[in-house]
């Protein structure tokens, strides 16, 4: 039995609500960051830029602003608004999908100079790895936009 006079154990969290990402979600952010960063690096040192279409540079930024929101996340700070996060939680992980399965099908995406085309079995191996590579990637932007009522200071779920 333990001391009565002991105040008692609480939890103010509630249940589905996040109080702060563990550090595992900075290691995350921070790895991913680099690989996106030393491909991009290495492709524009090796092939230059005049292959990329428009649609890879939209993609470019696509990414770019689902990284934000990963690391509004894993550093718990405040960036824009929780709405605009739980859309983009729906936009990020949809238009991942229209690139790399739709879009490069399609050959509307730019090819790589001086490569050979890919075959089926290679083209959705690829692809499905990069999908879960991004899978934490997408559940950071929904936890940020929907699960984090704390850091953005929202009284109630409904908003």
Same mark, same amino acid.
Request: hydrophobic fraction near 50%; proline fraction near 8%.
């Given at each position: 039995m333990g001391n009565p006079f002991e105040a008692?154990?609480?939890?103010?969290?509630?249940?589905? +609500?996040?109080?702060?990402?563990p550090a595992r979600w900075r290691i995350y952010a921070l790895s991913l960051l680099a690989l996106f960063a030393l491909s991009v690096a290495v492709i524009v040192a090796v092939y230059?830029?005049?292959?990329?279409?428009?649609?890879d540079v939209l993609h470019n930024f696509v990414s770019a602003i689902g990284f934000v929101g990963l690391f509004g996340y894993a550093f718990w700070k405040p960036i824009a608004?929780?709405?605009?996060?739980r859309v983009w939680a729906?936009?990020?992980?949809?238009?991942?999908?229209?690139?790399?399965?739709?879009?490069?099908?399609l050959g509307w995406s730019g090819q790589l100079p001086?490569? +050979?085309p890919e075959t089926r079995v290679e083209f959705f191996a690829t692809?499905?790895?990069?999908?879960?590579?991004?899978?934490p990637l997408y559940l950071a932007l929904f936890r940020y936009g929907y699960r984090s009522r704390k850091l953005w200071? +929202?009284?109630s779920?409904?908003?």
């Open positions: 008692p154990a609480s939890d103010l969290a509630q249940p589905g +609500e996040i109080i702060r990402p230059g830029v005049a292959w990329m279409s428009a649609l608004s929780s709405r605009a996060w729906v936009i990020q992980p949809l238009w991942d999908f229209l690139y790399s399965f739709v879009f490069d099908s001086d490569t +050979e692809r499905l790895i990069g999908l879960a590579v991004a899978a200071r +929202e009284p779920a409904s908003s």
